[in-house]
């Protein structure tokens, strides 16, 4: 029995490796000119398969870290140039691999094209010269530029072949100083989990609205990945609560043993000057991290092949050690890691021996397949036996979710985590990397383990995540928090409750102890708002034909009252099954736009900017001039500048739906 566990332990080893097990590839892409060409797609193939991929820089370089020893082939793409494909290159362990490329212009036939571009070239009696560059007839695909000629007003081709020499500097037909085509799309099989927008409810017929609160922000980080890699993102990545909630309010904190307190106000809502605007905030008490409960805490972290770029694996060792730096000695931390097996790397270690734990995640290494469904069991198992009855007991899971091999699917993962929170246990998520991103399976895990979900996209981020906010990731401080709103129709014709729409509950939900609802951690604040429609609008929405049977009209109560709504709340305590009923009327008082507060005009610019990005059909009136005015307005103390990075990310984000060159990301924060 004891070879047995040397035999184990050996194999988990090898899984995990070790110093030296690992190489690079680095090299340099460039054009016929010899001029490195940026956005070009690097892949890395073995036995046909993509094991990772990045794009070159500005001057054409790349480099993989990594890499398991081995023989692959590698494709260079980029739209307009032929693939190149290279094979057998060698990977050494510790050892860089120098792999050069070039590539070659490629021509496009197209049988329909539309002018994207001009530029005049010398005129000779009566025929003038124009250089066009043209796209496909849907304006998605950039293609190579072509000569044509005028005579005598009409247009000829040139002789097939013909192309200017040199580069175009290209002026748009309706905008001067029209941009070179967008950078291609990056290769990727991202998953983000499709939503379609809540509508209007009319009040007098559907009065509840009721869902879970979110404290996820995973949204706002990987969009500002992507907008900052010139690239819009798609509608399916924009859950507008996830941005809302990743920037802190200036609520009260709670005064009635309550462990959150409650804020509303109510204004003109700026993208439709006919509705009124509904902000509810939620404040979550904070808790001095001195006096916190012990921790348990275990560290799941996937170290397989797809986790080996730098922003995956590499960044996840130092984000940890970020946290495992805030340990005290009554904490205690495990490593659980897995790829095609999983393994403990490190049993639960006091908070006092930080050497050790920091050891071990400089140790880890990226390579072979997905095992999560094996990895979440041995976490929790791992937790249990150190399970700390008065302690905050948690795994946290970091990976790029790409689960695929065991336990994989949606149904099955969120089936082992529901089983799981039920000892006690809560998770939190931490997605990193993008190309290959499973958000949906992420979000899921989050939701149903009693836990949070962000995105880390840089060390920055980590800090944010898992120091500054530390207390609000890791002490949950009430459970199963759930939103009520009982709508006046006296006061409200119809509402309309902007993103959460996979946190929408039954109205019967609401008193259901057995139904599942977010968590709130210390200090966190949560947001929420509602676009209305007042009573007496003769504004028409989506409707159905009228009743047969019965007809619902106010009471005398409803139009008495000078109650805009109720809102009620239900929370459990951590360790606790039992709910806990909190209600609260808000009278109607409508704030002039002079009078409204910080958090009113910021949580209205970040919504009207998920709106502009995800092309609601609700967004009335929204432009970018107003977002970035909004946000200007109601910047205030900004003591760790997010609010002034909102206002680049939108900057950046309308210069792109424009069509303009993103100008440097310095340039954008000195105006």
């Not at 950039?142 to 580069?167: D, F, I, N």
């Not at 960044?315 to 009554?330: A, D, F, G, N």
């Amino acid at each position: 029995m004891k070879r047995f566990w040397i035999v184990i332990l050996l194999l988990i080893m090898v899984t995990v490796g070790s110093a030296g097990t690992t190489g690079k590839l680095a090299g340099r892409v460039k054009d016929e000119s010899g001029k490195g060409m940026a956005y070009v797609n690097v892949l890395v193939l073995q036995d046909g398969k993509r094991i990772t991929g990045i794009q070159t820089k500005d001057n054409g370089s790349f480099i993989i870290i990594n890499l398991p020893p081995g023989t692959y082939d590698l494709k260079f793409q980029l739209q307009g140039f032929g693939e190149l494909t290279v094979k057998g290159v060698v990977i050494k362990a510790d050892q860089t691999t120098t792999q050069n490329a070039t590539l070659t212009k490629k021509d496009v036939v197209l049988e329909a094209v539309k002018v994207q571009a001009y530029k005049d070239n010398a005129s000779t009696g009566s025929e003038r010269k124009i250089d066009m560059a043209v796209s496909d007839m849907n304006g998605t695909t950039a293609l190579q530029s072509v000569s044509l000629s005028v005579v005598g007003g009409e247009l000829h081709a040139l002789p097939p072949g013909t192309r200017p020499e040199k580069p175009l500097e290209m002026y748009c037909i309706y905008v001067r100083n029209c941009p070179p085509p967008p950078p291609p799309p990056i290769y990727t099989t991202d998953d983000f989990a499709s939503v379609v927008e809540n509508n209007y409810k009319y009040a007098l017929a559907e009065p509840l609205s009721t869902f879970s609160i979110d404290v996820d922000t995973a949204c706002y980080t990987t969009l500002r990945r992507l907008i900052e890699s010139r690239q819009l993102p798609l509608k399916s990545y924009v859950r507008i609560e996830e941005l809302l909630n990743y920037f802190d309010y200036d609520y009260p904190q709670p005064k009635d043993g309550h462990p959150f307190s409650v804020y509303t106000e109510l204004g003109k809502c700026p993208w439709n000057s006919k509705h009124q605007l509904l902000h509810i905030g939620l404040q979550g008490k904070t808790i001095d991290l001195k006096d916190a409960p012990p921790s348990n805490l275990v560290f799941l972290i996937d170290v397989s092949g797809s986790m080996s770029p730098p922003n995956r694996l590499p960044l996840v060792q130092e984000s940890m050690k970020l946290l495992v730096k805030q340990m005290r000695p009554e904490d205690r931390v495990a490593i659980v890691v897995y790829a095609g097996a999983a393994g403990l790397v490190l049993p639960s270690t006091s908070g006092n021996n930080k050497a050790a734990i920091l050891d071990a995640l400089d140790k880890l290494r990226a390579g072979g397949s997905t095992a999560g469904g094996a990895g979440i069991q041995l976490a929790y198992k791992t937790a249990k036996e150190n399970f700390l009855p008065k302690g905050n007991n948690r795994v946290i899971l970091c990976t790029d979710g790409d689960f695929n091999t065991g336990v994989s699917s949606n149904a099955a993962m969120e089936e082992l985590i529901v089983e799981k929170r039920k000892e006690g246990i809560f998770l939190t998520v931490l997605g990193y990397g993008m190309g290959n991103y499973k958000d949906s399976k992420m979000e899921i895990l989050a939701d149903k383990g009693n836990g949070n979900y962000a995105y880390i996209d840089n060390l920055l981020e980590a800090n944010k995540v898992l120091v500054r906010q530390m207390g609000g990731t890791l002490y949950t401080i009430a459970k199963d928090v759930k939103f009520q709103l009982e709508f006046n129709p006296a006061k409200v014709k119809a509402y309309r409750l902007i993103g959460y729409e996979n946190r929408i509950l039954n109205k019967e939900d609401f008193n259901d102890d057995t139904k599942d609802a977010g968590e709130l951690g210390s200090g966190h604040t949560v947001t929420a708002l509602y676009e209305i429609i007042p009573a007496g609008s003769e504004e028409s929405i989506k409707d159905v034909d009228p009743l047969k049977y019965q007809t619902v009209q106010l009471t005398d109560t409803a139009t008495q009252s000078q109650d805009l709504l109720t809102v009620k709340l239900r929370y459990k305590k951590p360790d606790e099954d039992k709910s806990i009923l909190m209600e609260k009327p808000v009278k109607y008082k409508l704030v002039p736009d002079a009078q409204l507060s910080e958090n009113f005009r910021f949580s209205a610019a970040v919504a009207e900017y998920g709106l502009l990005l995800k092309d609601s059909e609700y967004k009335g009136t929204a432009d970018w001039k107003q977002v970035i005015e909004l946000a200007r307005s109601s910047q205030g103390i900004d003591k760790e500048g997010y609010r002034k990075e909102f206002m680049t990310l939108a900057e950046l984000a309308r210069d792109l739906s424009a069509g303009i060159p993103p100008r440097p990301k310095d340039d954008l924060m000195r105006e």
